[in-house]
């Protein structure tokens, strides 16, 4: 194994090696490895790249690396800074997990249940990716996840930009068990006060979050942005079921309605019940 300490360094070892696979935390690298899913033909760590494992402020942006771990995600500071991703961060698994598993390798592995996927999506977070030569490019969080922008050979995710709204934000998480877990359905709602939008992505219903935009739409609509950002019990249960019905739909593509199976409407529920909570604590 390689143990590069600058992102231009790690890049030119993947070149040289293409067999190679990069490794952070291993949380996930290794658990496939175990498996016997995965024979990587070398490894270039990312663990000694100072670089990455911080943030620093861009143009009212914050620019995070991709090292960062869960725990350090998961402290005040960074908190007060993006508390819908430090929430994220402290439900991504056990006290071990988020020692070792960082924001890239959450992001590069994209497992629908992975916690800051939701909240980058509803974020709409670009990733700076770095390339062979010192080559930098950005790229939509949401098009990687949707598989429609891929990373190319050598290179690798070195930041994640993310908007400063200076706004309430919420991500909650349903696990269908006590104590850490992996997400049934979680939802990240964040408030855009500037651009008076409500933001919503849930997550783990589909093989990437998904954004209700007409929802979203319709409740930023109901909010009075100069005022109290209060909105009635029914309009909260409304954008829940709302959001629900967006994501898990009842009707087939054709407009037919669907009987849905018994776990998945409990499901849909969950989503319901999750969306307007998160829209109760945000405007709360
Ligand atoms: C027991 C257990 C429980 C877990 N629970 C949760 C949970 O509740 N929620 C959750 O979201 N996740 C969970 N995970 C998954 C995992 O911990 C996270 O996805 C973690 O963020 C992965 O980060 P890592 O640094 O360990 O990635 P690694 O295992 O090092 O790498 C994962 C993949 O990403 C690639 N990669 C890593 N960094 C980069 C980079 N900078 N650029 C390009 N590619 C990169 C690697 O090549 C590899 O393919 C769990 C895992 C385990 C084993």
């Known amino acids: 194994m390689t143990l590069p300490t600058s992102l231009d360094e790690a890049v030119a070892a993947l070149s040289a090696m293409p067999a190679a696979v990069p490794v952070a935390g291993g949380t996930d690298l290794m658990a496939?490895?175990?498996?016997?899913?995965?024979?990587?033909?070398?490894?270039?760590?990312?663990?000694?790249?100072?670089?990455?494992?911080?943030w620093q402020y861009q143009d009212g942006h914050a620019l995070l690396g991709a090292g960062l771990t869960?725990?350090?995600?998961?402290?005040?500071?960074?908190?007060?800074?993006?508390?819908?991703?430090?929430?994220?961060?402290?439900?991504?698994?056990?006290?071990?997990?988020?020692?070792?598993?960082?924001?890239?390798?959450?992001?590069?592995?994209?497992a629908p249940t992975g916690d800051s996927l939701p909240v980058l999506a509803a974020l709409e977070a670009t990733l700076v990716v770095a390339g062979p030569g010192g080559a930098r490019r950005e790229l939509p969080v949401s098009h990687l996840l949707a598989g429609m922008e891929r990373l190319r050979g050598g290179e690798l995710i070195g930041f994640v930009r993310v908007p400063l709204l200076h706004a309430p934000q919420v991500y909650l998480k349903a696990t269908g068990r006590t104590g850490p877990g992996r997400a049934l359905a979680s939802v990240a709602l964040v408030l855009d006060p500037a651009r008076r939008g409500v933001r919503c992505a849930v997550g783990a219903v589909a093989p990437?979050?998904?954004?209700?935009?007409?929802?979203?739409?319709?409740?930023?609509?109901?909010?009075?942005?100069?005022?109290?950002?209060?909105?009635?019990?029914?309009?909260?249960?409304?954008?829940?079921?709302?959001?629900?019905?967006?994501?898990?739909?009842?009707?087939?593509?054709?407009?037919?309605?669907?009987?849905?199976?018994?776990?998945?409407?409990?499901?849909?529920?969950?989503?319901?019940?999750?969306?307007?909570?998160?829209?109760?604590?945000?405007?709360?």
């Not at 498996?35 to 100072?50: C, D, Q, T, Y």
């Not at 969950?270 to 405007?283: D, K, S, Y």
Request: with cysteine.
């Open 70 to 110: 869960h725990a350090r995600m998961g402290r005040p500071d960074f908190a007060a800074l993006m508390p819908a991703l430090a929430a994220a961060a402290r439900a991504a698994g056990p006290p071990t997990i988020r020692n070792a598993g960082t924001l890239g390798g959450n992001i590069a592995t994209a």
């Open 32 to 54: 496939a490895v175990n498996k016997g899913l995965l024979r990587p033909a070398g490894l270039v760590g990312l663990g000694k790249i100072a670089e990455i494992r911080g």
């Open 208 to 284: 990437m979050p998904l954004r209700p935009l007409e929802a979203e739409r319709w409740i930023a609509s109901l909010i009075d942005w100069d005022a109290e950002r209060a909105l009635a019990p029914e309009a909260l249960h409304a954008f829940g079921d709302y959001v629900a019905a967006a994501c898990i739909p009842d009707q087939a593509p054709d407009g037919t309605p669907q009987e849905l199976p018994p776990a998945v409407q409990q499901l849909r529920r969950t989503v319901a019940v999750l969306a307007r909570r998160a829209l109760g604590r945000a405007l709360a």
